[in-house]
Structure formats: C-alpha cells, structure tokens
C-alpha cells in the first residue's frame, strides 16, 4: 500500500514536472496532453504489475522520457505553428534562431531576416535622428558608392535625399521590416518541425 | 563514430516516425498506447515513448488525423486517433514517396552490404 502511494506520488511529480515544461501552450492543450499520458502510465503500469515487482513506475518513466525532453517536442511544434500564423517579428526570429543552428539553409535565411531587419530599424533611425542632425544625417553618393546614415565628419559627396529622407527612411524602413517578417514567415512554413526541436542530440533514452 | 552513428539514427527515427504513425492507423482507429506497441513490435522507430504524443498532437492540429476521447475499463479515458480523409490520402502518397526513395538507396548500398569494390 505504501508502495503505491509512493509510486503515485512519482507519477504526479513527474507529471507537474511536464505541466512546467508546457507553460506558454494553451491550458485545454496542455490539460489534454497531461491526460493523456496519464493514461498511458497507468496503463503501462498495470500492465507490468503482474510480471515484474521491481518498480515498475520507475520503468514506465523511464521508457517515456524525460519531461524536459517530450516538453521540448510540444513546445517547438507550437513555437513552428504559431510562428507560421503570427506576424511578431519576436517570435518569427525565435523560430527563425532555432532553425538557423539547425541547418544552413536556417542559417542563411536568420541572416537574411537579420540584414532586412537590420536595414529598416536603420531607416527609421535616420528618419528619426535628421530632424536633430540635418546636417549629418543622410543619403549621400560620392565616390566610394552610397553611404546612408550618420556621419562625423560629414562624408564628401553630394546627399540625395535630404528632408525627403523621413518620409522615405519611414516607408521604407517600415516596408523593410514587415517585408522580412512576410519572407521569414513563409520560408518557416517549409521547415521540418523536427529542425526547429531544442533537441540536438537525443539523449541516452530519447528520439 | 559511435556517436555519429547515434544522432544520424535519432535524425531518421524522427524524420520516419510521422510515416510510420500515419501507417499504423491504415486499417482503422488506435488509440496512443496501441500505436507505440505497434510502433515498438513492427519498427526501431521508439525509443522514447514519449515522443510519440507530440507527434500525434502535430499530426492531429494539421488535420490528418482526428482524436476522439472514449472511457475505458482501465478507469482512465483514452483518445482514439483515426486518419481523416486528408490524412488517408497524404499517407499513401507518403508510403509512395518513402518506397521509391528506399528502394533507390537500397540499390546504392547493394554493393557496400556484398562487400564488392566499386
């Protein structure tokens, strides 16, 4: 009797222990999730009962995984699927991050999402800062090609834009950044969840 | 090498386990348990049994399977999966592309498997 009290007690630790892994799914998901593989534990547990009497929770747990590591599975199939249907550049470039350490073509598009990005917040800045610097705040072209931004000393060369550069510098650095996330969005949809995983390598026990 | 060997194995159980789990439900409803001793008697595919679920929740939010809660005799209620109609028709067209796929590295590794030289 007292065994099984301490084995339900395992099982529950184990259980809070995923319900942490899960915070940020949603609650009914995560209360499914959780009926679930209550379920199959105790089902697997009863089974083993009868054949063998050297702790079969211990068994089932183990066989079942680490909470860390099935919680990492459901976290970045949500992560991937909210990603493909959100337009937050934040979440967009966390998906984006763990794909770029997983593959190369990841990492290409995290460097490309990351130049897009780069090049509007850059925009918008001069935009914002020329009002406070007209002098040194623009668009110039001269010899050694174009060169936008801030400068001390001024660069040599004759400025393009000159208080066109807000409007502009706010268009496109606003279209810069919404086009990126666009691209990034739809170059997620054709990842493999599996290369979005937090899991590297599979432990000892795991997939 | 022992290494290099594990994670190429744990890459491809991954990359496999949505076929195989469309495959288990072919000839009719399952539910989780069932899959995974399906899964464990017929394949390599499971390690961790965990794993699994996860898998089951992706295929499910993606609408090629459905699951369906029932009370059982083991006083714990289970999901039944079963393929939808979307999911009937990704799995064949899955086992189409996974034959032809094996069947053309099968032919590649021949050689290496009868020890010939190239």
């Known amino acids: 009797m007292i065994e099984t009290r301490q084995s339900d007690e395992q099982v529950e630790i184990y259980l809070a222990k995923l319900r942490e892994q899960l915070g940020g799914l949603p609650a009914d998901d995560v209360e499914e999730i959780l009926r679930e593989l209550r379920g199959h534990i105790a089902e697997r547990v009863a089974q083993s009962d009868s054949k063998r009497n050297a702790a079969p929770v211990d068994a089932v747990l183990r066989q079942l995984g680490t909470p860390e590591q099935i919680g990492s599975l459901y976290r970045a199939d949500a992560?991937?699927?909210?990603?493909?249907?959100?337009?937050?550049?934040?979440?967009?470039?966390?998906?984006?991050?763990?794909?770029?350490?997983?593959?190369?073509?990841?990492f290409l598009a995290f460097l490309a999402g990351m130049v897009g990005y780069a090049l509007g917040v850059a925009l918008i800045v001069c935009a914002i800062l020329k009002p406070f610097f007209p002098a040194d705040v623009g668009l110039w072209i001269s010899r050694h090609g174009m060169v936008l931004g801030a400068e001390l000393p001024?660069?040599?060369?004759?400025?393009?834009?000159?208080?066109?550069?807000?409007?502009?510098?706010?268009?496109?650095?606003?279209?810069?950044?919404l086009g990126t996330t666009v691209l990034l969005r739809w170059l997620l949809r054709f990842v493999p969840r599996a290369a979005l995983s937090i899991l590297t390598r599979a432990p000892q026990t795991g997939v | 090498m022992a290494e290099a060997l594990d994670n190429w194995e744990?890459?491809?159980?991954?990359?496999?386990?949505?076929v195989a789990i469309l495959a288990t439900l072919w000839q009719g409803r399952?539910?989780?348990?069932?899959?995974?001793?399906?899964l464990e008697t017929r394949s390599?595919?499971?390690?961790?049994?965990?794993?699994?679920?996860?898998?089951?929740?992706?295929?499910?939010?993606?609408g090629l399977i459905e699951g369906k809660w029932e009370e059982?005799?083991?006083?714990?209620?289970?999901?039944?999966?079963?393929?939808?109609?979307?999911?009937?028709?990704?799995?064949?067209?899955?086992?189409?592309?996974?034959?032809?796929?094996?069947?053309?590295?099968?032919?590649?590794i021949q050689p290496l498997l009868k020890g010939q030289a190239s």
Do not use: M
């Open chain 1, 154 to 177: 001024r660069p040599h060369g004759h400025e393009l834009l000159g208080w066109w550069i807000i409007p502009y510098g706010l268009g496109f650095g606003l279209a810069f950044i």
């Open chain 2, 44 to 62: 390599d595919l499971v390690v961790a049994e965990g794993t699994v679920y996860p898998v089951l929740t992706r295929l499910r939010k993606d």
């Open chain 2, 72 to 108: 059982s005799e083991s006083g714990h209620p289970r999901r039944y999966y079963k393929l939808t109609s979307a999911g009937r028709n990704r799995a064949q067209s899955l086992a189409r592309h996974s034959h032809e796929f094996l069947s053309k590295i099968d032919a590649l």
């Open chain 1, 79 to 106: 992560l991937a699927a909210h990603a493909r249907a959100s337009f937050s550049p934040s979440l967009i470039i966390q998906a984006t991050i763990r794909w770029a350490t997983r593959t190369a073509v990841g």
């Open chain 2, 30 to 38: 399952l539910y989780g348990l069932e899959i995974i001793r399906e």
């Open chain 2, 10 to 18: 744990a890459q491809i159980r991954k990359g496999w386990l949505d």
